[in-house]
């Protein structure tokens, strides 16, 4: 059975930083490309990083400069940090897996998700 299960969430003042991790299970962990995506309030679910099993990363444009995401093959974990964080970061934040045909930032290339973790951003 798969599991992502995501931590590192909670509340956090603009300009802060915070690092989200995932731990996966139940599938080909190191053979896939895993990351993250999330949700804006009222929004669609957007993809923020995702990196390949040669660590070949692809990040969203508009958060390239303040998103860092790490792979870890031997604990089956994928990180990501995010610096300088603003209210409009506010988000839920999804752990992802799969094997699309290119380091896809698209959703419907991932068929596993975790069940997301919460980031607010407030003074």
């Known amino acids: 059975q798969v599991h992502l299960v995501e931590s590192g969430g909670g509340s956090v003042q603009p300009g802060g930083s915070l690092q989200l991790s995932c731990v996966a299970s139940g599938f080909d962990f190191s053979g896939s490309i895993v990351g993250w995506f999330r949700q804006l309030p009222g929004k669609e679910r957007e993809g923020v990083a995702v990196?390949?099993?040669?660590?070949?990363?692809n990040i969203d444009d508009s958060l390239r400069d303040r998103v860092t995401i790490s792979r870890d093959n031997t604990k089956s974990t994928v990180n990501l940090q995010i610096d300088r964080l603003q209210p409009d970061d506010t988000a839920i934040y999804y752990c992802?897996?799969?094997?699309?045909?290119?380091?896809?930032?698209?959703?419907?290339?991932?068929?596993?998700w975790g069940q997301g973790t919460q980031v607010t951003v407030s003074s």
């Open positions: 992802v897996a799969g094997r699309p045909p290119y380091i896809s930032l698209r959703r419907i290339h991932y068929e596993y």
């Open positions: 990196i390949s099993a040669f660590n070949v990363r």
